[in-house]
């Protein structure tokens, strides 16, 4: 059963703690991504990863870092520098076929 | 950078009608452009992509047409089902990464 698993489905923090999101694809994809969703606004790309041991950064990054260790792993870490961190995460793949983008189930953070 | 605009106002269609949404974007023309159903709750589930050099799309009762002089693509869903409410998310981009519009929000009433 193919596909991208993200854990846990909901989070919740302190002010002030780092905590990791995990995402795993068992798809053979070479790209993942990382993005934030907000009500009312659209998906917004916080990192991404081309290959093993390389990301660069997307739009959003500020608060946020990832590692890019195993090919099937893209996992995120929020920061306490990250000023406004509950939102609606979703991690995705890009296609071997084309470059439509296979999503995670998402993982909803609320800071409290 | 390239902006997406897709109509933020939910769209309510009756069953069996055909709904209709628009996705406008600015700037540069990009190499494809794609859409996805968003259920509440859940990650985006891909649908459909097109080409710049392709004028029209289609599987099943979803088409996609892709007018690159206007700057716009429609997304059409024919035979419309209580089952196709959900969010609508138009995307674009080149090889490396997309951008995404906010999402149509549809409501197909019974």
């Known amino acids: 059963d193919g596909g991208i698993t993200q854990s846990p489905k909901y989070l919740f923090r302190k002010e002030g703690q780092n905590v990791t999101l995990s995402c795993e694809q068992n798809?053979?994809?070479?790209?993942m991504y990382w993005y934030r969703q907000d009500p009312g606004q659209g998906l917004r790309l916080i990192y991404y990863?081309?290959?093993?041991?390389?990301?660069q950064k997307g739009d959003i990054a500020e608060g946020y870092s990832v590692s890019r260790e195993k090919k099937e792993s893209f996992p995120l870490t929020v920061t306490s520098a990250q000023k406004n961190p509950t939102a609606f995460y979703l991690c995705?793949?890009?296609?071997?076929?084309?470059?439509?983008?296979?999503f995670g189930p998402g993982t909803r953070l609320t800071v409290l | 950078s390239q902006k997406i605009e897709q109509n933020s106002e939910a769209l309510n269609i009756q069953e069996g009608k055909t709904a209709t949404l628009t996705c406008n974007y600015t700037?540069?023309?990009?190499?494809?452009l794609q859409w996805y159903r968003q259920d509440p709750g859940r990650g985006p589930v891909f649908l459909l992509l097109?080409?710049?050099?392709?004028k029209e799309k289609r599987k099943e009762r979803l088409k996609v047409t892709f007018d690159t002089t206007l700057k716009q693509s429609l997304f059409h869903i024919t035979a419309s089902q209580p089952a196709d409410s959900a969010t609508y998310l138009c995307?674009?981009?080149?090889?490396?990464?997309?951008?995404f519009g906010t999402g149509t929000k549809l409501q197909v009433i019974p």
């Open positions: 995307a674009v981009g080149g090889y490396q990464k997309v951008t």
């Open positions: 798809l053979n994809h070479d790209a």
């Open positions: 990863s081309q290959i093993v041991n390389d990301f």
């Open positions: 995705a793949s890009r296609g071997l076929l084309g470059n439509e983008q296979f």
């Open positions: 097109i080409r710049e050099n392709e």
């Open positions: 700037n540069y023309s990009p190499a494809y």
